[in-house]
C-alpha cells in the first residue's frame, strides 16, 4: 500500500476536491482506495452523506488506546473500490490531547500498517493547520500532494507547507517526495497565469505541468461520490493529474496499467 498525504496548510485551496477526485480515477483503475478523514469539518465525510450526528465512528478512534482497527472503521461507499474513515468534530480536541500524550502523533501511521495489503492506496485528506493531525498524515505518507490555488495569497501557504514537510521528511529519515497541483485556475485572470507561472518556475518538475481549471461541477463534492463517474473538464484535469503523479514513481506506475 502507497499512502498519500493531501495536505496544505491553507483552506479553499481543493484539499478534499483533489483528494476524492485522484481517489476515484485509482478506484476507477481496479485499485483498493481507503480514504482517511483527518479534518475536524468534515468535509469529505459530509461529501458521501455521512450525518455529523451523532458523531460517526471514525478517524477519532484510531487515536484512543485499543480503539477499533482501521479495517473496523472503513465504511463501504457507492464506489467500487473505495472505502471511507469518517471524521468527527472531536478531532480538533485532539490537538491539545497531543502534547501531552507522547507517540500520538505516529497513531495513524501504526494503523496503516495493519491494513498494509487489504489496501492499494490510502489518500489522508488533511485538515488546514498544521497540528497532531497533520503531522501524523505527514509521518505516515510515502508522498505529499499539495493542491494549491493559483493566486498569489496561496504561494506563500504552499511555501509553509513546504518547508513543513521538509521538516518532518529530516525527522522521520524516510523520504517524502513532494508534488503540486496547481487548482481552482481561471485562465481569464491575470494573477492566475502568473501566479501558474511563478509555480512552475520556483517548484520546477515538482509541479504538474497541468492545472485544474475552475469548473462548476467540482463545486459540489457531493457530486464526486455517486457511483457514476464524474465528468467535465476539472475531471478530466484530474485524470491527468494522477496520471502524472503515477509516473514519478515507475513501480505505481506499472501498477495502475
Ligand atoms: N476546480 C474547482 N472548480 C470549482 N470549484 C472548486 C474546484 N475545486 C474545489 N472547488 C470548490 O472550492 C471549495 C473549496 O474546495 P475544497 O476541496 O473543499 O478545499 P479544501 O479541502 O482545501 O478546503 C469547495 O466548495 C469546492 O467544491
Ligand atoms: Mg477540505
Not at 24 to 37: E, M, N, T
Request: hydrophobic share 40%.
Amino acid at each position: 500500500m502507497q499512502a498519500w498525504a493531501i495536505a496544505n496548510q491553507k483552506g479553499g485551496v481543493g484539499k478534499t476536491t483533489t483528494t476524492l477526485c485522484l481517489a476515484r480515477g485509482l478506484a476507477s483503475a481496479g485499485h483498493r482506495v481507503l480514504l482517511i478523514d483527518l479534518d475536524p469539518h468534515a468535509s469529505l465525510t459530509r461529501a458521501f452523506g455521512v450525518p455529523a450526528m451523532p458523531p460517526p465512528a471514525g478517524t477519532h478512534d484510531l487515536f484512543g488506546s485499543d480503539g477499533p482497527s482501521l479495517s473496523t472503521l472503513a465504511r463501504s461507499t457507492d464506489v467500487d473500490g473505495l472505502k471511507l474513515v469518517a471524521a468527527q468534530p472531536a478531532l480538533a480536541t485532539l490537538e491539545r490531547r497531543g502534547a501531552t500524550q507522547p507517540g500520538l502523533g505516529l497513531a495513524l501511521g501504526r494503523a496503516l500498517h495493519f491494513v498494509q495489503s487489504t489496501y492499494d492506496y490510502a489518500l489522508l485528506d488533511c485538515p488546514p493547520t498544521l497540528g497532531l493531525l497533520m503531522v501524523n498524515a505527514l509521518a505516515a505518507a510515502d508522498r505529499l500532494v499539495v493542491p494549491t490555488q493559483t493566486d498569489p495569497l496561496a504561494l506563500h501557504g504552499l511555501a509553509d507547507m513546504l518547508r513543513t514537510a521538509e521538516m518532518v521528511e529530516r525527522s522521520r529519515r524516510r523520504p517524502m517526495p513532494r508534488y503540486v497541483l496547481p487548482t481552482l485556475f481561471d485562465r481569464r485572470t491575470r494573477t492566475g497565469v502568473q501566479s501558474l507561472d511563478l509555480l512552475h518556475d520556483r517548484y520546477e518538475d515538482r509541479v504538474w505541468p497541468g492545472a485544474v481549471p475552475m469548473d462548476t461541477r467540482l463545486r459540489d463534492a457531493h457530486g464526486l461520490t455517486s457511483a457514476e463517474m464524474p465528468t467535465g473538464r476539472g475531471a478530466d484535469a484530474y485524470r491527468r493529474a494522477l496520471k502524472w503523479l503515477l509516473a514519478q514513481d515507475g513501480s505505481a506506475q506499472q501498477q495502475a496499467a
